[in-house]
């Protein structure tokens, strides 16, 4: 891909302290340093924005466009836009372009089925222990590729009162979660004591072991992150955050206190990437940006490949592309400076992790590896080695209805796990007859055999 005419170095690189537009110059700092201030005094319409930057032609159709997703950025936000370089990755986070327009194959309002998954509004539970909670639809500012641009951003899709008390209510209930991450939107724009009171509620179920919080105010409203905040979080430990960053740009020297504030009451801080084209998809810069986070104490944790949705087409990459900025960082930098690389799959399946393949071949007893430099070299497993011989305590055995997966098949829970309608489709039709009548002579010995009582019920369900 041949550079964009316009493209400087000068837009990637970091910036220093108090960095203000001109249209801010002679703002106290009183009001410059004070979240609400910043947030009433979002840019939003067509102007305010033509007069910070230089817009593209194709920038302008984006902002003109009907219907497009919710823009609004804060000022300290808008500061770090580079006016003349319509490559600068902020920028392209936050404007608008016409290619957001482009319907592409496969897209889709809700890729990830989150709503289809959600037992109350706003609660999605997707995995074993763990559930999804969205609380609120606003955020600091607006990304372009939200993967949640059906309700982000819309206050009428805005969470109610009535709704939080349903998800309230369904965790009391579901004893199985242990962990629930607060999103939406970001928890952090909430009203604090409405936040507070959540906070609140959910220490005082006993089996919510863990509470964390997605966020990207660090990033767009690190003004936000004041040390009253940081008091009101300390109170619910464990609690952890997650923070969405995508270029090293993003952490300023206000960022890096911000995150400081956080990890100093003691709350440990991930990050999450999304795999964007023209922003981070290069290894030099997701290096650059794994090493700037773990400067500032925060663990990387994901980059996600762009989903599926209306708006990110032009942002998408290749998974080759994801796979490739791994391989450049596993093993030349800290493995806590490696996130896990993952494909949200599409339709509701999860996070999937994906990754070069470090196995080059087995065979009984050996396992060949190849390093990042490509230096290969035999395992030798043991000859006697028989598994675990420890007494596990019962009540740490945790239940997954329906969920056990491969992991279960591992254990001998059964010996397949097979699409729903598998066995329909292969009776075609036929009738029970003398030779599929004894469900018995598919009970694999010495597993536990739900799949044989299975194929026994349905039997005698036929017969
Ligand atoms: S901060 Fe998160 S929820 Fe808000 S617009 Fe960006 S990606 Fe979407």
Same mark, same amino acid.
């Given at each position: ?11 990637? +690189?970091? =910036? ?25 005094? &979002? =840019? ?5 924005? #033509? ?29 770090? +836009? ?10 392209? %986070? ?53 993967? &949640? ?7 009428? %899709? ?9 998800? +309230? ?21 909430? #009203? ?6 959540? =906070?609140?509620?959910? !220490? ?8 964390? *919080?997605?966020? &990207? ?15 009101? +979080? ?16 993003? *952490? ?24 964007? #084209? ?24 994901? *980059? ?21 900025? *791994? ?90 796990? #097979? ?11 036929? !009738? ?32």
């Amino acid at each position: 891909m041949p550079i964009h005419p316009l493209a400087t170095v000068k837009s990637q +690189l970091q =910036l220093e302290r108090n960095q203000r537009a001109a249209r801010w110059r002679d703002v106290p700092d009183q009001d410059w340093n004070d979240w609400k201030w910043q947030m009433k005094n &979002r =840019l939003s319409s067509y102007q305010e924005l #033509a007069d910070l930057l230089h817009l593209t032609p194709d920038e302008e159709e984006g902002i003109r466009a009907e219907g497009r997703f919710r823009l609004d950025i804060t000022p300290y936000f808008a500061s770090l +836009l580079d006016p003349d370089d319509p490559t600068c990755p902020l920028r392209r %986070q936050v404007i608008p372009t016409a290619q957001e327009l482009q319907p592409f194959t496969a897209e889709m309002e809700d890729s990830l089925a989150e709503d289809r998954h959600s037992p109350v509004p706003g609660l999605v539970h997707r995995y074993p222990d763990r559930v999804l909670m969205l609380v609120t639809t606003q955020c600091a500012s607006y990304c372009r590729y939200c993967t &949640r641009s059906r309700i982000v951003g819309d206050p009428e %899709q805005n969470f109610r009162p009535e709704e939080y008390r349903a998800q +309230l209510d369904y965790l009391r209930n579901t004893p199985q979660v242990r962990d629930v991450l607060l999103s939406g939107g970001d928890p952090l724009v909430l #009203a604090p004591k409405v936040l507070e009171g959540l =906070l609140t509620e959910l !220490r005082a179920i006993p089996h919510i072991e863990v509470i964390r *919080i997605g966020t &990207r105010v660090p990033v767009f409203l690190p003004q936000r992150i004041t040390q009253d905040l940081c008091d009101m +979080l300390e109170r619910f430990h464990p609690l952890w955050v997650n923070i969405h960053f995508n270029h090293p740009k993003e *952490i300023t020297p206000e960022v890096a206190d911000a995150c400081g504030r956080l990890a100093k009451a003691g709350i440990p801080l991930g990050s999450q990437s999304v795999l964007l #084209a023209g922003i981070n998809d290069h290894p030099v810069v997701m290096t650059k940006l794994m090493h700037e986070l773990v400067k500032i104490r925060v663990r990387p944790y994901y *980059i996600y490949q762009c989903d599926l949705v209306h708006g990110a087409g032009h942002f998408r990459t290749t998974v080759a592309k994801g796979i490739e900025i *791994i391989e450049a960082l596993r093993g030349h930098t800290s493995g806590y400076a490696v996130p896990t690389y993952v494909i949200d799959a599409p339709g509701g399946g999860g996070k999937v992790p994906v990754g070069p393949q470090y196995i080059i071949s087995q065979a009984p007893g050996t396992t060949v590896v190849r390093n990042f430099e490509g230096y290969i070299a035999s395992y030798l497993e043991p000859e006697d080695y028989r598994g675990p011989d420890m007494a596990v305590p019962p009540q740490w055995v945790r239940t997954e209805p329906g969920q056990s997966g491969v992991s279960g098949l591992l254990r001998g829970d059964a010996l397949a796990i #097979a699409p729903e309608g598998f066995d329909g489709t292969h009776q075609r039709g036929g !009738r029970p007859h003398r030779l599929n009548r004894d469900a018995k002579k598919w009970a694999p010995k010495g597993f536990g055999t739900p799949l044989a009582e299975q194929a026994e019920s349905e039997t005698s369900q036929q017969g």
